[in-house]
């Protein structure tokens, strides 16, 4: 199996592959930033960035659950001198090697932000979220699980 990956990894399409989740994180973030989110560390030059969301008034804990509502996974993480619990935390950490597996590039980077950002913005209000999830749906209607990477 490890062979079986490092042969693959030797490849030109997996390269690209992993030129596309970096490009893919970098847009995101800035997405992201753009919103009014603060990124960690100001940017990514890998596959994930950390987003603090003290300025949108939310845990991570707390915006976890909420985009799990709308189909949007993401991870609860601590910041740098967080003054939550690693329990709670202020922040939340976003990974693009799933979505680029599917296919996604950097406009559905920027739709998936926009979409964090009205869940976020508009927590309290059901037929917004509804609206988001809708959007989620149809984006991943779009590009399949298996409809992505073909090495």
Known sequence: ???VAFKEALGSDFKAYQQQVVANARVMAEAMAALGFRIVSGGTDNHLFMVDLRAKKITGKDAS???DEVHITV???LIPYDPE???V???IRIGTPALTTRGMKEPQM???AGYIDRAIVHRDDKKELEAVRR???ELTKAFPIYGGLTM
């Open 1 to 3: 199996a490890k062979a």
């Open 65 to 67: 659950a909420l985009l």
């Open 75 to 77: 991870n609860k993480n």
């Open 85 to 87: 619990s690693p329990m």
């Open 89 to 91: 935390t202020s922040g």
């Open 110 to 112: 920027k739709e998936i």
């Open 135 to 137: 959007g989620v749906a």
